[in-house]
Structure formats: structure tokens, C-alpha cells
């Protein structure tokens, strides 16, 4: 545990990932390397057999090799997108080039990772996109950092809340003041 904490690794729940990777072994390591530290995996040998398993929302990030056996994994991520294009991806490949990376981050990559890598390299990433999802899903107003609830039986304060979530999702300042301790 040492390793992923140096590299500031935490852990959070119910986390699945979609992998494909063709090479079984290395599918099985980098499953077995996601597993260990708490996600849940979804390895496939094909795109094709991803393709059929993939449902908007089912997956937190998306892991997929360049060169796969019919479908190139940037092909792979356009049909991602086409279903779930909130989704991050990474894509792994051994011919790193600039034009792959670029089309890449084109067709919806979000990160780019060039065979061989560090296991710590690839959680970092895993890590990082996943984060980055959050963070953005939280901006855009679909989830809160915490899921709270404020309640109040006095109706002006539940009007103060209600303006206070409609503003929220905008970037601004919101004053809020007492109009009697304002006029002395």
C-alpha cells in the first residue's frame, strides 16, 4: 500500500471500469492490478464484445488498447461516446506517435498512456480521469460534493435555499443579508 499512497492514490467506491486489451496477459495483469485496489473490472479481448456490454452510465472510465484485432481502439472510444459521452478514457499503445495521440484526444481520449508503463503510472491516470469526471459532473450540477439536504420550517430560509441552488450552478457571488441589520 505503500506505493499508492506515495502517489496519492484514494480509493473510492463503486468504481467499474470497462477494459479491452487483446493481449491476455497483459488484460489479466492490469485487471488484476485495478482489482487489488478496490475497482471493479470488465475485461474484453475485443471492442466488439465491449461494445455489447457498454449502457450509458455503467462505467466511471473506459481502458483501451490502440491496436485491437477489427476495431482500433480510437474507433472503439467514437462508439463509447456515441453511448455514454460523459465517460473518460484512456488509451494505451506500444506505436506512439504524436498524429495517434492527437486523433485520439479528437475521438474523446482523455489521456493517453505509451506501453511499457509503471503500474503506478496507469493508476495515477485511472485515478486522475476519474476525478476529473467528478469534478465536472459536480460543476455542471449534476452531483454535489456531499449529498445533503437542508431543511427548515421557516419558509424565508427555505426561499434563501431554493435561490441559493438555483444560483449555485453559475459562477457568481450571492450576497445574503438581513434586511433589518442592513437599514440601521
Not at 499512497?5 to 467499474?16: C, D, E, L, N
Not at 434563501?160 to 433589518?180: T, W, Y
Request: glycine share 4%.
Amino acid at each position: 500500500m505503500y506505493e499508492l499512497s506515495r502517489i496519492g492514490f484514494v480509493y473510492q467506491p463503486y468504481m467499474r471500469i470497462l477494459l479491452v486489451e487483446d493481449v491476455p496477459t497483459l488484460r489479466e495483469v492490469i485487471q488484476t492490478l485495478l482489482t487489488s485496489v478496490g475497482y471493479e473490472v470488465d475485461a474484453f479481448e475485443t471492442a466488439e464484445e465491449a461494445l455489447e456490454d457498454l449502457h450509458a452510465g455503467k462505467y466511471r472510465c473506459v481502458i483501451t488498447d490502440f491496436k485491437l484485432p477489427k476495431m482500433n481502439g480510437i474507433d472503439f472510444l467514437f462508439q463509447v461516446k456515441k453511448i455514454d459521452h460523459r465517460v473518460p478514457s484512456l488509451i494505451m499503445t506500444a506505436y506512439a506517435s504524436i498524429d495517434i495521440a492527437v486523433e485520439a484526444m479528437k475521438r474523446g481520449a482523455t489521456d493517453f498512456l505509451v506501453k511499457p508503463f509503471e503500474t503506478s503510472a496507469l493508476l495515477s491516470a485511472v485515478s486522475e480521469v476519474i476525478e476529473h469526471r467528478r469534478i465536472l459532473e459536480r460543476d455542471l450540477g449534476l452531483y454535489t460534493r456531499k449529498d445533503r439536504r437542508l431543511l427548515t420550517a421557516s419558509g424565508k430560509v427555505q426561499q434563501i435555499i431554493d435561490v441559493a441552488k438555483k444560483v449555485s450552478k453559475v459562477d457568481s457571488s450571492v450576497f445574503i443579508f438581513d434586511e433589518k441589520k442592513s437599514k440601521n
